[in-house]
């Protein structure tokens, strides 16, 4: 039988490999993560410099080094990103040193993508691509950017998989809708995301994904009264409206580092009990799978050495030894937290942040501690 998504027996075996890891693996609806996870976005899109570098040798060491969590979007470097994760796939399961079913490949859709090399009118590309095609009116598109009509979306799924050479992803997630709230309001965004959730879970009887999501920045650890705050279980049932108990909405992925820790820390979603809990455990308590972003805050946490204690609490042996390493292990000790993603087209890098897999994650007491020390 050939697969063409992750399995429960795949990622496992994946996983057995490397036994001799430390709570590097982690269990969630039947499929083993690894707690890192590869990720491919990269800031400030139109400098040049983003595409004189790619992320293939960086991604091969990921991989051969026990990360089985690959995260994408189509917009990343204009489509760039994803291209070379493709190439990467079809070398690596061509040549036999892995198999499609072992690893858990993500992306994302709702900003327009344009493409690389950058057009020389983007306003003329958008009109060409989306606009003549009927995806979108200009009044679908926020910001000469963002666009999430359902015609839009399907095209950009379908685009996702022929750059990533694969023919479903495990997660599909909708990017940033926050991007709209403003303008479209709360109560449209829900009906448009009916809309959307239909189309999703079409893609999943069709067999180009296997299950869906929504990607924010700070949509969902927002205060509630923010213009662009979304509620997580609003979010849910519309997913149960849309597919029944066993709809296909099944994670999250929202930013959590050192710096940014509101999805643990801060009570700002009410559920229908009229209780306040933080976002966590509202995903815990419906079931969704959490992936968190910016592991490293785009390395904006490393303007200052860390504080001695914190290296305590996290590494109390002594085994690490940057803070790189330390804000690392703090992400992947995080009760809750299915896969926490970081970026760097360095193989050199990647083996780095692989040597936290060496030391037991922080146990709950410690890791709970940190919260009180200032940062």
Known sequence: MRFTHATPEATYGFAKRFAHYKDFYTKYDGLIFSKLGFGTFKKEPYKEENYTFDYKDALKTAIRGGINVIDTAINYRYQQSEREIGEVLKELIHSGEIKREELIICSKGGFI????????NPYEWINEHI??????????????????TPAFLKASLDRSL???????????????????????????????????????????????IKSYGIAVWNAFIYDENNSEYINLEDVY?????????????????????LAKTHAYS????????????????????LGIGVMSSSSLLQM??????????????????????SDIQLAL?????????????????????????????????TNTTKYNLLYKVER
């Open 113 to 120: 993508p344009l493409d690389f090399p950058f057009p020389e």
């Open 131 to 148: 606009i003549q095609k009927g995806l979108a009116t200009s009044m679908d598109i926020e910001l000469d950017q963002h666009c999430m």
């Open 162 to 208: 022929a750059n990533l050479q694969v023919e479903c992803l495990d997660v599909y997630f909708l990017h940033n809708p926050e991007t709209q709230l403003t303008r479209i309001g709360y109560r449209q965004f829900l009906i448009d995301l009916e809309a959307i959730f239909t189309v999703f879970e079409k893609s999943v009887s069709e067999g180009k």
């Open 237 to 257: 049932d519309v997913a149960q409206k849309v597919g029944g108990a066993n709809h296909h909405f099944k994670y999250i992925q929202i930013p959590f580092n």
């Open 266 to 285: 801060v009570a700002n979603q009410k559920m229908s009990d009229d209780n306040y809990y933080t976002l966590l455990q509202v995903a815990y308590k």
């Open 300 to 321: 904006h946490l490393f303007k200052k050495p860390f504080k001695p204690e914190i290296g305590y609490l996290l590494d109390s042996k002594m085994e690490l030894q």
């Open 329 to 361: 292990q703090f992400v992947r000790s995080t009760r809750g937290i299915v896969t926490s993603l970081f970026s760097t087209c360095s193989s050199e890098h990647v083996s780095s942040n692989l040597s936290i897999a060496s030391v037991n994650a």
